[in-house]
Protein backbone atom coordinates (compact mmCIF):
# COMPACT_ATOMS: atom_id res chain seq x y z
CA UNK A 1 0.00 0.00 0.00
CA UNK A 2 1.50 3.21 -1.12
CA UNK A 3 1.18 6.03 0.77
CA UNK A 4 1.62 10.22 -0.37
CA UNK A 5 3.40 12.68 1.85
CA UNK A 6 1.53 15.45 2.83
CA UNK A 7 2.71 19.30 1.75
CA UNK A 8 4.70 20.44 4.37
CA UNK A 9 7.89 22.16 5.77
CA UNK A 10 8.08 24.03 2.67
CA UNK A 11 8.33 20.85 0.54
CA UNK A 12 6.86 21.97 -3.09
CA UNK A 13 4.32 19.34 -4.91
CA UNK A 14 7.48 18.40 -7.26
CA UNK A 15 9.37 17.37 -4.29
CA UNK A 16 6.92 15.66 -2.29
CA UNK A 17 6.07 13.62 -5.68
CA UNK A 18 9.74 12.72 -5.74
CA UNK A 19 10.28 11.85 -2.34
CA UNK A 20 6.75 9.40 -3.02
CA UNK A 21 8.36 8.17 -6.01
CA UNK A 22 11.78 6.88 -4.02
CA UNK A 23 10.11 5.84 -0.99
CA UNK A 24 8.20 3.55 -3.28
CA UNK A 25 11.45 1.57 -4.82
CA UNK A 26 12.97 1.31 -1.23
CA UNK A 27 12.61 -1.79 0.43
CA UNK A 28 12.24 -1.20 4.21
CA UNK A 29 15.86 -1.49 5.08
CA UNK A 30 16.63 1.23 2.83
CA UNK A 31 13.70 3.43 4.05
CA UNK A 32 15.44 3.16 7.88
CA UNK A 33 18.67 3.84 6.10
CA UNK A 34 18.04 6.86 4.22
CA UNK A 35 15.65 7.93 7.06
CA UNK A 36 18.26 7.77 9.04
CA UNK A 37 20.84 9.67 6.84
CA UNK A 38 18.37 12.94 6.32
CA UNK A 39 18.21 12.74 9.97
CA UNK A 40 21.31 12.94 10.42
CA UNK A 41 22.26 16.02 7.59
CA UNK A 42 19.52 17.75 9.55
CA UNK A 43 21.82 17.01 12.96
CA UNK A 44 24.49 18.40 11.07
CA UNK A 45 22.92 21.71 10.16
CA UNK A 46 22.84 22.67 13.25
CA UNK A 47 20.21 20.74 15.46
CA UNK A 48 16.68 21.56 15.75
CA UNK A 49 14.93 24.56 14.43
CA UNK A 50 12.70 27.48 16.16
CA UNK A 51 8.99 27.72 14.43
CA UNK A 52 9.00 28.73 11.27
CA UNK A 53 8.36 32.79 10.96
CA UNK A 54 10.57 33.54 14.67
CA UNK A 55 11.57 37.18 15.16
CA UNK A 56 15.35 37.64 14.62
CA UNK A 57 15.52 37.77 18.90
CA UNK A 58 13.92 34.46 19.32
CA UNK A 59 16.93 32.55 20.25
CA UNK A 60 16.44 35.36 23.57
CA UNK A 61 12.97 33.87 23.75
CA UNK A 62 13.93 30.26 23.90
CA UNK A 63 15.67 27.55 25.92
CA UNK A 64 18.77 26.98 23.59
CA UNK A 65 20.09 22.87 24.75
CA UNK A 66 23.75 22.87 24.17
CA UNK A 67 25.30 19.11 24.36
CA UNK A 68 29.15 18.28 23.85
CA UNK A 69 29.28 14.38 23.41
CA UNK A 70 31.95 11.75 22.74
CA UNK A 71 29.68 8.44 22.93
CA UNK A 72 26.49 9.90 22.47
CA UNK A 73 25.03 9.49 26.20
CA UNK A 74 25.00 13.71 26.80
CA UNK A 75 23.09 13.97 23.48
CA UNK A 76 20.30 11.09 24.55
CA UNK A 77 19.89 13.40 27.94
CA UNK A 78 19.61 16.67 25.88
CA UNK A 79 17.32 15.02 23.53
CA UNK A 80 15.34 13.73 26.79
CA UNK A 81 15.28 17.55 27.82
CA UNK A 82 14.62 19.08 24.46
CA UNK A 83 11.51 16.81 24.75
CA UNK A 84 10.42 17.57 28.30
CA UNK A 85 11.14 21.36 27.86
CA UNK A 86 8.44 21.60 24.87
CA UNK A 87 6.11 19.15 26.51
CA UNK A 88 6.21 21.70 29.34
CA UNK A 89 5.29 24.61 26.75
CA UNK A 90 9.05 26.31 25.84
CA UNK A 91 10.26 27.02 22.97
CA UNK A 92 13.73 25.20 22.53
CA UNK A 93 16.62 24.72 19.86
CA UNK A 94 18.81 21.73 20.32
CA UNK A 95 22.51 22.13 19.08
CA UNK A 96 25.52 20.00 19.47
CA UNK A 97 28.69 22.09 20.52
CA UNK A 98 30.20 21.10 17.21
CA UNK A 99 27.99 22.65 15.17
CA UNK A 100 27.44 26.23 16.96
CA UNK A 101 29.05 29.20 16.13
CA UNK A 102 31.13 30.46 19.30
CA UNK A 103 29.94 34.15 18.10
CA UNK A 104 26.85 33.60 18.76
CA UNK A 105 26.91 32.94 22.58
CA UNK A 106 26.22 36.22 23.73
CA UNK A 107 22.62 36.45 22.16
CA UNK A 108 21.25 33.53 23.81
CA UNK A 109 19.68 34.43 27.24
CA UNK A 110 18.18 31.27 28.45
CA UNK A 111 21.31 27.95 28.05
CA UNK A 112 21.44 24.39 29.64
CA UNK A 113 24.57 22.54 28.75
CA UNK A 114 25.03 18.66 29.23
CA UNK A 115 28.18 17.82 28.67
CA UNK A 116 30.67 14.58 29.16
CA UNK A 117 34.28 14.47 29.67
CA UNK A 118 36.65 12.01 28.33
CA UNK A 119 40.32 11.11 28.87
CA UNK A 120 42.31 13.27 31.63
CA UNK A 121 39.97 15.81 32.00
CA UNK A 122 39.22 16.41 28.31
CA UNK A 123 36.01 18.32 26.46
CA UNK A 124 34.61 15.73 23.85
CA UNK A 125 35.91 16.09 20.47
CA UNK A 126 32.47 18.24 19.57
CA UNK A 127 33.25 20.70 22.72
CA UNK A 128 36.63 21.57 22.11
CA UNK A 129 36.47 24.33 20.07
CA UNK A 130 33.86 25.87 22.24
CA UNK A 131 35.91 24.91 25.57
CA UNK A 132 38.54 27.10 23.38
CA UNK A 133 36.70 30.32 23.26
CA UNK A 134 35.45 30.47 26.55
CA UNK A 135 38.77 30.33 28.11
CA UNK A 136 40.24 32.56 25.52
CA UNK A 137 40.37 36.71 26.01
CA UNK A 138 37.28 36.77 22.88
CA UNK A 139 34.73 34.91 25.24
CA UNK A 140 31.91 37.95 25.60
CA UNK A 141 30.72 38.92 28.65
CA UNK A 142 27.49 37.40 29.46
CA UNK A 143 25.11 39.26 31.74
CA UNK A 144 21.61 38.77 30.35
CA UNK A 145 22.60 34.94 29.94
CA UNK A 146 20.83 32.45 32.44
CA UNK A 147 22.48 28.89 32.76
CA UNK A 148 22.74 25.48 34.16
CA UNK A 149 25.17 22.99 33.74
CA UNK A 150 24.50 18.57 34.01
CA UNK A 151 28.28 16.96 33.82
CA UNK A 152 28.54 13.61 32.90
CA UNK A 153 31.61 11.38 33.86
CA UNK A 154 33.04 8.38 35.27
CA UNK A 155 34.35 8.31 38.76
CA UNK A 156 37.22 5.65 38.29
CA UNK A 157 39.37 8.83 36.82
CA UNK A 158 40.91 11.39 38.60
CA UNK A 159 39.22 14.27 36.65
CA UNK A 160 35.97 13.34 37.17
CA UNK A 161 33.15 15.94 35.29
CA UNK A 162 35.90 18.25 34.77
CA UNK A 163 34.70 19.87 31.80
CA UNK A 164 31.77 20.49 33.22
CA UNK A 165 32.39 21.95 35.92
CA UNK A 166 35.05 23.93 33.71
CA UNK A 167 32.27 25.40 31.80
CA UNK A 168 29.82 25.84 34.91
CA UNK A 169 32.51 28.00 36.55
CA UNK A 170 33.82 29.79 33.42
CA UNK A 171 30.02 31.33 32.50
CA UNK A 172 29.65 32.30 36.12
CA UNK A 173 32.55 33.88 36.08
CA UNK A 174 31.82 35.63 32.32
CA UNK A 175 28.78 37.17 34.37
CA UNK A 176 26.10 33.68 33.57
CA UNK A 177 23.34 33.83 36.45
CA UNK A 178 22.93 30.24 37.32
CA UNK A 179 19.80 28.90 37.70
CA UNK A 180 20.23 25.73 38.90
CA UNK A 181 23.10 24.16 41.10
CA UNK A 182 25.38 22.18 38.66
CA UNK A 183 24.77 17.75 39.08
CA UNK A 184 27.66 16.01 38.39
CA UNK A 185 26.14 12.23 37.09
CA UNK A 186 28.90 8.62 37.11
CA UNK A 187 27.93 6.01 34.50
CA UNK A 188 25.42 5.22 35.43
CA UNK A 189 23.42 8.42 34.99
CA UNK A 190 19.46 7.28 34.11
CA UNK A 191 18.44 8.37 37.39
CA UNK A 192 19.93 11.28 38.08
CA UNK A 193 19.53 12.62 34.84
CA UNK A 194 15.99 11.22 35.03
CA UNK A 195 15.43 13.55 38.46
CA UNK A 196 17.57 16.74 36.62
CA UNK A 197 15.74 17.19 33.49
CA UNK A 198 12.30 18.47 35.03
CA UNK A 199 13.93 20.71 37.63
CA UNK A 200 15.88 22.06 35.15
CA UNK A 201 12.36 22.81 33.10
CA UNK A 202 11.11 24.08 35.64
CA UNK A 203 14.04 26.72 36.41
CA UNK A 204 14.33 27.95 33.25
CA UNK A 205 9.98 28.12 32.99
CA UNK A 206 10.14 30.48 35.66
CA UNK A 207 12.29 33.21 33.77
CA UNK A 208 11.45 32.13 30.58
CA UNK A 209 8.69 34.03 28.44
CA UNK A 210 5.79 31.72 26.67
CA UNK A 211 6.22 30.86 23.64
CA UNK A 212 4.56 28.16 21.88
CA UNK A 213 6.77 25.46 21.22
CA UNK A 214 6.50 24.72 17.66
CA UNK A 215 4.03 21.09 16.67
CA UNK A 216 5.67 18.22 15.23
CA UNK A 217 5.44 18.21 11.44
CA UNK A 218 3.30 15.44 9.94
CA UNK A 219 4.74 11.82 8.55
CA UNK A 220 4.04 10.25 5.28
CA UNK A 221 0.26 9.34 4.85
CA UNK A 222 -0.74 12.70 6.67
CA UNK A 223 -1.73 11.80 9.81
CA UNK A 224 1.43 11.54 12.69
CA UNK A 225 2.43 7.96 12.54
CA UNK A 226 5.21 7.17 15.78
CA UNK A 227 8.54 6.23 13.77
CA UNK A 228 10.35 3.03 15.36
CA UNK A 229 12.70 4.96 18.09
CA UNK A 230 14.60 2.58 20.41
CA UNK A 231 17.18 3.93 22.73
CA UNK A 232 19.13 3.20 25.99
CA UNK A 233 16.13 3.51 27.89
CA UNK A 234 13.51 1.42 25.58
CA UNK A 235 15.91 -1.24 23.73
CA UNK A 236 15.22 -3.69 20.86
CA UNK A 237 14.59 -7.40 21.51
CA UNK A 238 16.03 -9.18 19.15
CA UNK A 239 18.12 -11.88 18.51
CA UNK A 240 21.36 -12.75 18.04
CA UNK A 241 22.17 -14.30 14.54
CA UNK A 242 25.54 -15.20 14.18
CA UNK A 243 29.25 -15.32 16.74
CA UNK A 244 32.33 -15.95 15.16
CA UNK A 245 35.55 -16.15 15.84
CA UNK A 246 38.13 -14.69 13.80
CA UNK A 247 41.54 -14.96 15.11
CA UNK A 248 43.32 -17.55 14.71
CA UNK A 249 43.73 -21.10 17.18
CA UNK A 250 46.91 -19.60 18.08
CA UNK A 251 46.20 -16.24 18.78
CA UNK A 252 46.69 -14.43 22.01
CA UNK A 253 43.13 -12.47 21.19
CA UNK A 254 39.70 -14.15 21.48
CA UNK A 255 38.16 -11.53 18.92
CA UNK A 256 34.63 -12.02 17.64
CA UNK A 257 32.66 -11.33 14.25
CA UNK A 258 28.60 -10.56 15.85
CA UNK A 259 25.88 -10.38 13.79
CA UNK A 260 22.89 -8.93 15.44
CA UNK A 261 19.06 -9.17 13.73
CA UNK A 262 16.94 -6.35 12.77
CA UNK A 263 14.87 -7.61 10.58
CA UNK A 264 11.19 -5.76 10.68
CA UNK A 265 12.26 -3.53 13.48
CA UNK A 266 12.63 -0.13 11.29
CA UNK A 267 15.89 0.17 13.08
CA UNK A 268 18.25 1.99 10.92
CA UNK A 269 22.07 3.41 11.34
CA UNK A 270 24.91 5.16 9.70
CA UNK A 271 28.34 4.14 8.99
CA UNK A 272 30.24 5.47 12.50
CA UNK A 273 27.31 4.94 15.05
CA UNK A 274 27.51 2.53 17.90
CA UNK A 275 25.50 -0.29 19.20
CA UNK A 276 24.44 -0.01 22.58
CA UNK A 277 24.29 -4.04 24.15
CA UNK A 278 22.74 -4.60 27.31
CA UNK A 279 24.17 -7.75 29.15
CA UNK A 280 23.43 -10.04 31.89
CA UNK A 281 26.19 -10.67 34.29
CA UNK A 282 27.71 -14.28 34.58
CA UNK A 283 25.94 -16.47 36.57
CA UNK A 284 28.87 -18.08 38.21
CA UNK A 285 30.48 -14.83 39.19
CA UNK A 286 27.00 -13.98 40.77
CA UNK A 287 27.28 -17.20 42.58
CA UNK A 288 30.63 -16.60 43.76
CA UNK A 289 30.15 -13.28 45.09
CA UNK A 290 26.87 -14.74 47.26
CA UNK A 291 28.76 -17.15 48.50
CA UNK A 292 31.75 -14.69 49.73
CA UNK A 293 29.48 -12.56 51.23
CA UNK A 294 27.45 -15.46 52.85
CA UNK A 295 24.52 -14.05 51.07
CA UNK A 296 21.16 -15.85 50.70
CA UNK A 297 20.27 -15.64 47.13
CA UNK A 298 16.75 -15.09 47.59
CA UNK A 299 17.01 -12.58 49.95
CA UNK A 300 14.71 -9.09 48.83
CA UNK A 301 16.86 -6.25 47.49
CA UNK A 302 14.86 -3.22 46.38
CA UNK A 303 15.40 -2.07 42.88
CA UNK A 304 13.47 1.40 42.00
CA UNK A 305 11.20 0.71 45.15
CA UNK A 306 10.38 -2.73 43.73
CA UNK A 307 11.37 -6.41 45.32
CA UNK A 308 13.57 -8.36 44.00
CA UNK A 309 15.96 -11.32 45.06
CA UNK A 310 19.35 -10.61 44.89
CA UNK A 311 20.70 -12.96 43.06
CA UNK A 312 18.19 -11.76 39.78
CA UNK A 313 19.76 -8.08 40.70
CA UNK A 314 22.88 -8.68 40.74
CA UNK A 315 22.53 -11.00 37.40
CA UNK A 316 20.31 -8.34 35.63
CA UNK A 317 20.39 -4.67 37.58
CA UNK A 318 24.32 -4.25 38.84
CA UNK A 319 27.70 -3.23 37.73
CA UNK A 320 29.89 -6.20 39.09
CA UNK A 321 33.28 -5.91 36.83
CA UNK A 322 34.23 -2.30 36.43
CA UNK A 323 35.56 -1.63 39.83
CA UNK A 324 35.59 2.29 40.91
CA UNK A 325 36.60 4.18 44.02
CA UNK A 326 34.19 4.45 45.92
CA UNK A 327 33.00 1.31 45.72
CA UNK A 328 36.27 0.32 47.67
CA UNK A 329 35.85 2.87 49.77
CA UNK A 330 32.10 2.51 51.09
CA UNK A 331 32.71 -1.88 51.70
CA UNK A 332 35.55 -0.79 53.52
CA UNK A 333 33.23 0.90 55.39
CA UNK A 334 30.46 -1.58 55.14
CA UNK A 335 32.56 -4.74 56.61
CA UNK A 336 34.64 -3.20 58.99
CA UNK A 337 38.29 -3.63 57.52
CA UNK A 338 40.94 -1.79 58.59
CA UNK A 339 43.48 -2.73 56.03
CA UNK A 340 40.98 -1.87 53.08
CA UNK A 341 40.23 1.11 54.97
CA UNK A 342 44.28 2.28 54.68
CA UNK A 343 44.16 1.56 50.83
CA UNK A 344 40.61 3.57 50.63
CA UNK A 345 42.43 6.15 52.20
CA UNK A 346 45.42 6.90 50.21
CA UNK A 347 44.01 8.56 46.64
CA UNK A 348 47.21 6.95 44.49
CA UNK A 349 47.07 4.00 46.11
CA UNK A 350 43.37 3.46 45.54
CA UNK A 351 43.57 4.38 41.95
CA UNK A 352 46.74 2.07 41.88
CA UNK A 353 44.20 -0.64 43.40
CA UNK A 354 41.71 -0.25 41.42
CA UNK A 355 43.37 -0.07 38.00
CA UNK A 356 44.20 -4.01 38.26
CA UNK A 357 40.86 -5.61 39.69
CA UNK A 358 37.38 -6.02 39.70
CA UNK A 359 34.65 -6.54 42.37
CA UNK A 360 35.33 -9.91 42.86
CA UNK A 361 38.71 -9.16 43.74
CA UNK A 362 37.84 -6.53 46.43
CA UNK A 363 35.56 -9.15 48.09
CA UNK A 364 38.05 -12.23 47.38
CA UNK A 365 41.04 -10.54 49.51
CA UNK A 366 38.05 -9.20 52.13
CA UNK A 367 35.23 -11.42 52.55
CA UNK A 368 32.53 -10.70 54.78
CA UNK A 369 29.25 -11.46 55.85
CA UNK A 370 27.09 -8.26 55.19
CA UNK A 371 23.58 -7.45 54.53
CA UNK A 372 22.25 -7.52 50.85
CA UNK A 373 20.54 -4.26 51.10
CA UNK A 374 23.22 -2.74 52.35
CA UNK A 375 25.77 -4.23 49.88
CA UNK A 376 23.73 -3.32 46.76
CA UNK A 377 23.80 0.01 47.73
CA UNK A 378 27.42 0.15 46.97
CA UNK A 379 26.94 -0.93 43.25
CA UNK A 380 26.41 1.25 40.41
CA UNK A 381 23.66 0.00 37.83
CA UNK A 382 24.30 -1.71 34.82
CA UNK A 383 25.21 -0.08 31.77
CA UNK A 384 25.18 -0.90 28.40
CA UNK A 385 28.51 -0.83 26.76
CA UNK A 386 28.68 0.90 23.21
CA UNK A 387 30.69 -1.19 20.22
CA UNK A 388 31.30 0.76 16.60
CA UNK A 389 29.58 -0.92 14.63
CA UNK A 390 31.24 -2.95 11.63
CA UNK A 391 28.67 -2.93 9.05
CA UNK A 392 26.61 -0.47 6.13
CA UNK A 393 23.08 -1.38 6.03
CA UNK A 394 23.28 -0.72 1.99
CA UNK A 395 25.08 -3.85 2.75
CA UNK A 396 23.71 -5.73 5.09
CA UNK A 397 20.31 -4.51 4.45
CA UNK A 398 18.04 -5.46 8.19
CA UNK A 399 21.47 -7.10 10.21
CA UNK A 400 23.80 -4.82 12.30
CA UNK A 401 27.45 -6.44 12.84
CA UNK A 402 30.11 -6.36 15.41
CA UNK A 403 34.24 -6.38 15.98
CA UNK A 404 34.64 -7.42 19.30
CA UNK A 405 37.95 -8.73 21.21
CA UNK A 406 36.31 -11.07 24.51
CA UNK A 407 38.47 -9.72 27.33
CA UNK A 408 39.73 -12.03 29.43
CA UNK A 409 42.81 -12.85 31.55
CA UNK A 410 44.17 -13.97 34.60
CA UNK A 411 45.15 -11.74 37.65
CA UNK A 412 45.28 -12.45 41.11
CA UNK A 413 45.10 -16.19 40.72
CA UNK A 414 41.72 -16.17 39.01
CA UNK A 415 40.36 -16.38 35.38
CA UNK A 416 38.43 -12.98 34.85
CA UNK A 417 35.78 -12.28 31.74
CA UNK A 418 34.52 -8.62 30.48
CA UNK A 419 31.02 -7.95 31.62
CA UNK A 420 29.46 -7.50 28.20
CA UNK A 421 32.19 -8.63 25.88
CA UNK A 422 31.69 -12.37 27.61
CA UNK A 423 28.19 -11.99 27.08
CA UNK A 424 28.38 -11.79 23.53
CA UNK A 425 31.28 -13.94 23.14
CA UNK A 426 30.34 -16.39 24.97
CA UNK A 427 27.57 -16.96 27.41
CA UNK A 428 24.87 -15.91 24.60
CA UNK A 429 23.93 -18.28 22.29
CA UNK A 430 23.32 -17.79 18.39
CA UNK A 431 19.17 -17.16 18.37
CA UNK A 432 18.91 -15.75 22.00
CA UNK A 433 17.25 -12.60 22.43
CA UNK A 434 19.80 -9.92 23.10
CA UNK A 435 18.81 -6.02 23.77
CA UNK A 436 20.18 -3.54 21.33
CA UNK A 437 20.10 0.26 20.29
CA UNK A 438 21.81 2.83 17.93
CA UNK A 439 23.58 5.52 19.53
CA UNK A 440 24.42 7.71 16.51
CA UNK A 441 27.83 9.21 16.39
CA UNK A 442 28.16 12.84 14.20
CA UNK A 443 31.61 13.30 15.20
CA UNK A 444 32.48 10.02 13.28
CA UNK A 445 31.04 10.22 10.08
CA UNK A 446 32.16 9.77 6.14
CA UNK A 447 32.24 13.15 4.27
CA UNK A 448 29.29 13.54 2.12
CA UNK A 449 31.26 14.10 -0.62
CA UNK A 450 32.02 10.70 -1.72
CA UNK A 451 34.83 11.77 -4.14
CA UNK A 452 37.04 12.79 -0.91
CA UNK A 453 39.76 10.57 -0.21
CA UNK A 454 39.56 8.92 2.76
CA UNK A 455 42.66 7.92 5.44
CA UNK A 456 41.33 5.11 7.98
CA UNK A 457 43.49 4.02 10.91
CA UNK A 458 42.42 1.05 12.95
CA UNK A 459 44.45 -1.64 14.71
CA UNK A 460 42.31 -4.66 16.52
CA UNK A 461 38.77 -4.15 16.71
CA UNK A 462 39.54 -0.33 15.64
CA UNK A 463 39.10 -1.74 12.44
CA UNK A 464 35.10 -2.17 13.22
CA UNK A 465 34.08 1.35 11.59
CA UNK A 466 36.23 0.83 8.66
CA UNK A 467 34.72 -2.02 7.40
CA UNK A 468 31.36 -0.55 7.36
CA UNK A 469 32.84 2.56 5.76
CA UNK A 470 34.32 0.54 2.87
CA UNK A 471 31.09 -1.18 2.37
CA UNK A 472 29.63 2.37 2.11
CA UNK A 473 31.85 3.86 -0.23
CA UNK A 474 31.12 0.34 -2.46
CA UNK A 475 27.60 0.53 -2.26
CA UNK A 476 27.70 4.64 -2.98
CA UNK A 477 30.44 3.93 -5.77
CA UNK A 478 32.02 6.52 -4.45
CA UNK A 479 35.10 7.36 -6.52
CA UNK A 480 37.09 8.61 -3.71
CA UNK A 481 40.31 7.27 -2.99
CA UNK A 482 40.47 4.94 0.20
CA UNK A 483 43.42 4.08 2.48
CA UNK A 484 43.70 1.74 5.44
CA UNK A 485 46.19 1.42 8.00
CA UNK A 486 45.51 -1.83 10.49
CA UNK A 487 47.58 -3.85 12.41
CA UNK A 488 47.53 -6.52 15.10
CA UNK A 489 50.22 -9.01 16.40
CA UNK A 490 50.58 -11.80 14.05
CA UNK A 491 49.43 -11.59 10.02
CA UNK A 492 48.59 -15.50 10.37
CA UNK A 493 46.55 -15.13 13.66
CA UNK A 494 45.15 -11.65 13.29
CA UNK A 495 44.41 -10.42 10.33
CA UNK A 496 40.71 -9.06 10.63
CA UNK A 497 38.21 -9.48 7.77
CA UNK A 498 41.44 -10.46 5.62
CA UNK A 499 39.38 -11.75 2.37
CA UNK A 500 37.06 -9.01 2.21
CA UNK A 501 39.86 -6.70 2.34
CA UNK A 502 41.94 -8.41 -0.15
CA UNK A 503 38.45 -8.34 -3.08
CA UNK A 504 38.14 -4.83 -2.03
CA UNK A 505 41.38 -4.28 -2.94
CA UNK A 506 40.60 -6.04 -6.12
CA UNK A 507 37.50 -4.16 -6.73
CA UNK A 508 39.54 -1.34 -6.52
CA UNK A 509 37.42 -0.10 -3.97
CA UNK A 510 40.39 -0.12 -1.40
CA UNK A 511 43.28 2.40 -3.17
CA UNK A 512 45.84 1.23 -0.21
CA UNK A 513 46.33 -1.08 2.94
CA UNK A 514 49.55 -0.60 5.15
CA UNK A 515 49.75 -3.67 8.08
CA UNK A 516 51.76 -3.40 11.12
CA UNK A 517 51.75 -7.22 12.98
CA UNK A 518 53.88 -6.09 15.43
CA UNK A 519 55.15 -9.36 17.03
CA UNK A 520 56.21 -10.65 13.42
CA UNK A 521 59.27 -9.37 13.31
CA UNK A 522 62.22 -8.73 15.89
CA UNK A 523 61.23 -5.12 16.41
CA UNK A 524 57.24 -4.34 17.73
CA UNK A 525 56.10 -2.05 14.90
CA UNK A 526 52.70 -0.07 14.61
CA UNK A 527 50.37 1.96 13.18
CA UNK A 528 52.07 4.86 13.55
CA UNK A 529 55.69 3.37 12.55
CA UNK A 530 53.66 2.53 8.76
CA UNK A 531 52.04 5.83 8.87
CA UNK A 532 56.09 7.62 9.32
CA UNK A 533 57.04 5.77 6.32
CA UNK A 534 54.10 6.99 4.08
CA UNK A 535 54.64 10.86 5.14
CA UNK A 536 55.30 12.00 1.77
CA UNK A 537 52.25 9.77 0.41
CA UNK A 538 50.10 10.36 2.84
CA UNK A 539 50.54 14.47 3.08
CA UNK A 540 50.14 14.29 -0.39
CA UNK A 541 46.47 13.23 0.28
CA UNK A 542 45.79 15.47 2.92
CA UNK A 543 46.93 18.27 0.44
CA UNK A 544 44.29 16.84 -1.62
CA UNK A 545 41.36 17.13 0.79
CA UNK A 546 41.91 13.57 2.93
CA UNK A 547 39.52 12.92 5.55
CA UNK A 548 41.57 11.26 8.55
CA UNK A 549 39.92 8.34 10.75
CA UNK A 550 41.29 7.26 13.88
CA UNK A 551 39.49 4.53 16.22
CA UNK A 552 40.74 2.46 18.83
CA UNK A 553 42.91 2.42 21.68
CA UNK A 554 43.04 6.09 23.15
CA UNK A 555 45.45 6.04 25.68
CA UNK A 556 48.31 5.09 23.29
CA UNK A 557 47.40 4.11 19.65
CA UNK A 558 45.51 7.31 19.02
CA UNK A 559 48.02 9.74 21.07
CA UNK A 560 51.29 8.02 19.00
CA UNK A 561 49.11 7.96 15.60
CA UNK A 562 48.37 12.13 16.12
CA UNK A 563 52.26 12.44 16.94
CA UNK A 564 53.02 10.91 13.74
CA UNK A 565 50.60 12.87 11.97
CA UNK A 566 52.18 16.37 13.91
CA UNK A 567 55.51 14.96 12.79
CA UNK A 568 54.41 14.84 8.98
CA UNK A 569 52.82 18.01 9.06
CA UNK A 570 56.05 19.62 10.68
CA UNK A 571 58.51 18.08 8.49
CA UNK A 572 56.48 17.95 4.97
CA UNK A 573 54.54 21.18 5.58
CA UNK A 574 57.13 23.16 7.14
CA UNK A 575 55.20 24.04 9.89
CA UNK A 576 56.43 24.67 13.44
CA UNK A 577 55.76 22.63 16.13
CA UNK A 578 52.91 25.11 17.57
CA UNK A 579 51.59 25.58 14.11
CA UNK A 580 51.50 21.90 13.36
CA UNK A 581 48.82 21.32 16.10
CA UNK A 582 47.33 23.95 15.00
CA UNK A 583 46.73 22.55 11.40
CA UNK A 584 45.26 19.20 13.07
CA UNK A 585 43.23 21.58 15.22
CA UNK A 586 41.89 23.19 12.18
CA UNK A 587 41.50 19.77 10.27
CA UNK A 588 39.26 18.78 13.63
CA UNK A 589 37.32 21.70 13.21
CA UNK A 590 36.72 21.30 9.11
CA UNK A 591 35.30 17.61 10.26
CA UNK A 592 38.91 15.97 7.93
CA UNK A 593 40.61 14.66 11.51
CA UNK A 594 37.69 12.53 13.33
CA UNK A 595 38.37 10.04 16.18
CA UNK A 596 36.67 7.29 17.89
CA UNK A 597 38.54 6.39 21.06
CA UNK A 598 38.33 4.30 23.88
Known amino acids: MSTQPTQGAGLNAQLL????????????????????YFTGLGVQAGGQLLPAGAPADAAGRALTILYGSQTGHARSVAEELDEAAREAGLATELVSMGKFKEKNLKKLRQVAIVISTQGEGEPPDDAQALAEFLHSTKAPKLDDFHFCVLALGD?????????????????????GKRVLERVDLDVDFDDGAE?????????????????AAPATAPAFGGAPVPAAHYSRKKPLKTRLLTCQKITGRH?????????????????????????????????????????????????????????????????????????????????????????????????????????????????????????????????????????????????????????????EYEAHGHYHLGGASGYLGHRLKEGEDVLVYVESNDNFRLPADGSKPVIMIGPGTGIAPFRAFVQERAAREAPGENWLFFGNPHFTEDFLYQTEWQEFMADGVLTKVDLAFSRDQAGKVYVQHRIAEQANELWNWIQRGAHIYVCGDE?????????????????????????????LVQLRKDGRYQKDVY
Open 251 to 407: SEKDIRHIEIDLEGSGLGYLPGDALGVWFKNDEELVNDLLALLEMDPAATVHVHDEPKPVKEALTETFELTLLHPAFVTDYAELCGNEKLRTIAAETESLRDYVETRQIIDVIREFPAAVDAEAFVGLLRKLTPRLYSIASSQAEVEEEVHLTIGVV
Open 155 to 175: SSYEFYCKTGKDFDTRLEALG
Open 17 to 36: EQLNALAGSLSPAQLAWVGG
Open 555 to 583: SRMARDVHQALLDIVQEKGGYSAEEAEEY
Open 195 to 211: AWIPKAVEAMKAIMPEV
